[in-house]
């Protein structure tokens, strides 16, 4: 059973649907849609999913965790070469 037979653009009711949106479940046509991650989505639920900024939580929160460990990995780098050149006695500079 085809689902799209005559069904019309939630956008434009004039327009035959082509595709069915896997998010919301409303049909849309050509223009109404784009390829998203492998399917075919309407705007309004790539907008939804993305949230305004263009950035989702899940995005934010890794980027925040990859900055905190990268600074401390460059703390512990940089205390531990300090330690070294700390060991460093006089008459080795000679």
Avoid: K
């Avoid at 993305?50 to 780098?77: D, E, H, K, Q």
């Amino acid at each position: 059973m085809n689902v799209l037979i005559d069904q019309r653009c939630y956008n434009h009711p004039s327009r035959e649907a082509v595709v069915r949106c896997p998010e919301c479940r409303r049909f849309f046509c050509r223009e109404c849609v784009t390829e998203h991650r492998g399917r075919m989505v309407c705007a309004a639920c790539i907008a939804q999913e993305t949230g305004p900024a263009g950035n989702t939580g899940r995005f934010s929160a890794l980027w925040l965790a990859a900055s905190l460990g990268g600074l401390l990995l460059a703390w512990v780098i940089f205390y531990n070469l300090g330690v070294m050149l700390a060991r460093i006695t006089p008459d080795f500079l000679q």
